[in-house]
């Protein structure tokens, strides 16, 4: 009988986990994270991220570039 192999959960090559930092900002009805250059990025996970509402923070997550969305993983704040 075939057994199942459990480390087939390969990551998409194409959408790597990367660290973002930035200030966690509200943007309507959704939360987005704003890098030192401007940038904004919107967080997937609003329900996380609304507990981090104006500190800066490091966001562990993949980049969606084509929608500017992260996938959050883990949101941390930073010491200011």
Known sequence: ??????DQTMPNQD????????????DGEQYVLRDSTGSVYKLDDSSRAQAFEGKTVKVTGRLDANSK????????ALAS
């Open 1 to 6: 009988p075939s057994q199942a192999q459990p």
């Open 15 to 26: 959408s790597k986990t990367a660290t973002f930092s930035g200030t966690v900002v509200k």
């Open 69 to 76: 969305m992260i996938h959050v993983d883990s949101i941390q």
